[in-house]
């Protein structure tokens, strides 16, 4: 599991989607700070790492990246962490559209496609 400091490619996002899924990687991004955690076999266990790095639950959401699909589908945003009724997420998937567009800006901040 990392937190990633600096910019990947994504050739390097490719090698880690190798060490547990082969053509997918799963990811938790922390909203507020734009931090991206990568390279675990559960959504929870890299929030777990977050949480420990100052994250606040209620920031965290959890996506699954593609690194083979075109851009549309590069993005999932499906993760048990993201059912939140408190939050309106009553669902894995992310439904509110101003979060995933925060999502989406904190991926493409670190990862290069």
Do not use: C
Not at 26 to 43: Q, S
């Amino acid at each position: 599991m990392i937190i990633l400091d600096k910019k990947i490619t994504n050739e390097e996002l490719k090698a880690i989607a190798a060490n547990v899924y082969e053509d997918m990687v799963k990811a938790v991004v922390d909203i507020d700070t734009d931090t991206i955690a990568l390279d675990a076999e559960l959504h929870s266990d890299l929030e777990t790492l977050m949480l420990r790095n100052g994250s606040l639950q209620e920031s965290l959401w959890g996506i699954n990246l593609y690194p083979d699909a075109d851009d549309e589908d590069f993005i999932e945003y499906d993760s048990i962490i993201n059912i939140r009724p408190r939050q309106n997420n009553r669902s894995r998937d992310v439904e509110n559209e101003e979060i995933r567009q925060r999502i989406r800006e904190t991926v493409n901040k670190y990862i290069e496609r």
